[in-house]
T-cell receptor, first 110, second 113 residues
Framework: GIQVEQSPPDLILQEGANSTLRCNFSDSVNNLQWFHQNPWGQLINLFYIPSGTKQNGRLSATTVATERYSLLYISSSQTTDSGVYFC????????????FGTGTRLTIIP | EPEVTQTPSHQVTQMGQEVILRCVPISNHLYFYWYRQILGQKVEFLVSFYNNEISEKSEIFDDQFSVERPDGSNFTLKIRSTKLEDSAMYFCASNADRGDTQYFGPGTRLTVL
């Protein structure tokens, strides 16, 4: 099946810093989503981005499908941005399931 | 905005007991999923369901697991005889079509003692 790798596994930053999280995947995809898992365990949808670039406030994401990677940018980090960020992909094989990466744990220090 | 709901939010059960986790997907969605996340690990796919039948299941989804859409709104996951290793957060998700955004519910945290 499709492989998804995220880097870095852990990231600790001061409040106000910018960060870039990376997701590499091993094959072509129909769907790519970025999630933020909050301290209560809920998965919050950030972006649906199988290709191209999107922005939502301080967050933006870019997927280069031909090179099989996606980047999530967080600017001017706040403590509420802390948590685990997951990338998940649906491979282009007619299956609908999402395959998740192992996540990046982001800690923002005041 | 429509959302996926799940009940209960927490469930504690004894090993060997049956549990049913319930989900109400978004009303016009056609594809339904269950995923689970063991504490500290990544989210894993369990099963997908379309047109009243399972379309794909993972190796985790053995004979102890079953899914059902008993009416037009609910989607349930049953674990027949729970094991300690079934302790996890269980997420339900739905989407309108293949390749579309999957919307996740808030999860049910299952603890097996």
């Amino acid at each position: 099946g499709i492989q998804v790798e995220q880097s870095p596994p852990d990231l600790i930053l001061q409040e106000g810093a910018n960060s870039t999280l990376r997701c590499n995947f091993s094959d072509s995809v129909n769907n790519l989503q970025w999630f933020h898992q909050n301290p209560w365990g809920q998965l919050i949808n950030l972006f649906y981005i199988p290709s191209g670039t999107k922005q939502n406030g301080r967050l933006s994401a870019t997927t280069v499908a031909t090179e099989r990677y996606s980047l999530l940018y967080i600017s001017s980090s706040q403590t509420t941005d802390s948590g685990v960020y997951f990338c998940a992909v649906e491979g282009n094989f007619g299956n609908e399931k999402l395959t998740f990466g192992t996540g990046t744990r982001l800690t923002i220090i005041p | 905005e429509p959302e996926v709901t799940q009940t209960p939010s927490h469930q504690v059960t004894q090993m060997g007991q049956e549990v049913i986790l319930r989900c109400v997907p978004i009303s016009n969605h056609l594809y339904f999923y269950w995923y689970r996340q063991i504490l500290g690990q990544k989210v894993e796919f369990l099963v997908s369901f379309y047109n009243n039948e399972i379309s794909e299941k993972s190796e985790i989804f053995d004979d102890q697991f079953s899914v059902e859409r008993p009416d037009g709104s609910n989607f349930t996951l049953k674990i027949r005889s729970t094991k300690l290793e079934d302790s996890a957060m269980y997420f339900c998700a739905s989407n309108a079509d293949r390749g579309d955004t999957q919307y996740f519910g808030p999860g049910t945290r299952l603890t097996v003692l």
